[in-house]
């Protein structure tokens, strides 16, 4: 639970939804909804609004240091947008939860997180920037490729087929993707055969409860580790899938809610004791991306396993969706935390916040 005094009022920013917009967008009104509920059980006050760019922060009038809970996301077709709007909210003296816009700025690039994780030493799968008219990098990267756009979040732009096998069909995935997503880079990754984990890693905040532990020791759920609470380890399972279905997380697996492979795309925990040597590696993996990346306040990290089983590194994502059906809420409510546990120890963290 957050220390705020009574009274205290958080600012719940978010991206502002247009009439029509698609399922990922809509989503942020999910999560802005949890964090209202979980303010009110920690008797912390709010207010919400909708920003349409960072233009819209100099309308702001509050005092510096003021706790604003970040829900910005950017909108289609500008995957910058949450890295300004981070930004100019920091200019503004303002106190924002979850990581800073330097890190997010990290995070929304793929291509600039996995090279900062190989120049780390961290596992990352085979990979490279694709030009579709100089496509070069298939030669040094074996296939399997999926190929998606470098700065793109929610499996946007993993919708259709993101999954190519021969030089000709990742050449024409690319060329698609250029003109869907212009003037953005794209990445071309061997896809990893193994499983697909997702870490959910919190803050400790205040009083925070739960063991305490050193990795490489008995794997234990939801430990505390170094401040930062690493949540039940998720695992994807790809259910009655053909032997030539892509076993990944796509648009349609995501958001397509009446789809066949929404249904057969099922979230499950890995068993923290029988598999406690698996559990303790993507714990130490997570951990590292999080140090790495500078993520403060809330974060996921996304591992596939490799053709050894080794744990590699998809994606770090800062402040990830906090929607009651999303990924990190089911992880929190394993570890037996509510809206109003995970709400008031992210408001604790933010920097500036008074914790």
């Not at 220390?3 to 399922?23: E, N, Q």
């Not at 289609?76 to 003296?93: D, I, M, N, S």
């Not at 993707?177 to 984990?197: D, N």
Request: charged share 25%.
């Amino acid at each position: 639970m957050s220390s705020l005094p009574l009274g205290t009022a958080v600012l719940i920013a978010h991206t502002r939804v247009d009439d029509g917009a698609d399922a990922s967008t809509r989503d942020v009104l999910d999560q802005v909804a949890l964090v209202r509920e979980g303010l009110a059980a920690c008797d912390i006050a709010s207010e919400v609004i909708a920003l349409t760019g960072p233009e819209d922060v100099k309308e702001l009038i509050r005092e510096p240091g003021t706790v604003v809970f970040n829900l910005i996301e950017s909108p289609p077709g500008r995957p910058r947008w949450q890295v300004e709007v981070a930004a100019a909210l920091e200019q503004r003296g303002l106190a924002l939860t979850g990581s800073c816009s330097e890190a997010i700025w990290l995070t929304t690039d793929k291509i600039e997180t996995r090279c900062r994780l190989a120049a780390a030493g961290m596992p990352v799968a085979p990979g490279g920037v694709l030009d579709p008219e100089a496509p070069q990098v298939l030669e040094s990267v074996p296939p399997p490729w999926i190929i998606k756009p470098a700065w793109e979040d929610a499996s946007l732009g993993l919708d259709g087929a993101p999954v190519v096998a021969t030089v000709d069909d990742a050449v024409a995935r690319a060329r698609e993707l250029a003109r869907r997503f212009p003037e953005q880079p794209l990445l071309v990754e061997h896809l990893l055969p193994g499983r697909e984990l997702s870490l959910s890693l919190l803050a400790k905040g205040n009083g925070a409860a739960g063991p305490s532990r050193e990795v490489g020791s008995r794997a234990v759920e939801g430990a505390l580790i170094d401040g930062v609470q690493v949540l039940p380890v998720a695992e994807m399972l790809f259910l009655d899938f053909a032997k030539d279905e892509p076993r990944v997380l796509s648009y349609e697996a995501k958001w397509h809610v009446d789809s066949s492979v929404y249904a057969r795309t099922v979230r499950s925990f890995v068993d923290p004791v029988a598999e406690a040597a698996l559990y303790d590696e993507a714990c130490r993996v997570a951990l590292a991306v999080w140090r790495e990346c500078g993520l403060a306040g809330y974060a996921r990290v996304d591992l596939r396993l490799d053709e050894d089983g080794r744990p590699c590194v998809l994606e770090a994502n800062a402040n990830p969706c906090l929607s009651a059906d999303a990924g990190f809420m089911a992880a929190a409510a394993r570890a037996g935390l509510g809206p109003a546990d995970v709400v008031g120890r992210v408001v604790a963290a933010a920097d500036g916040g008074r914790s």
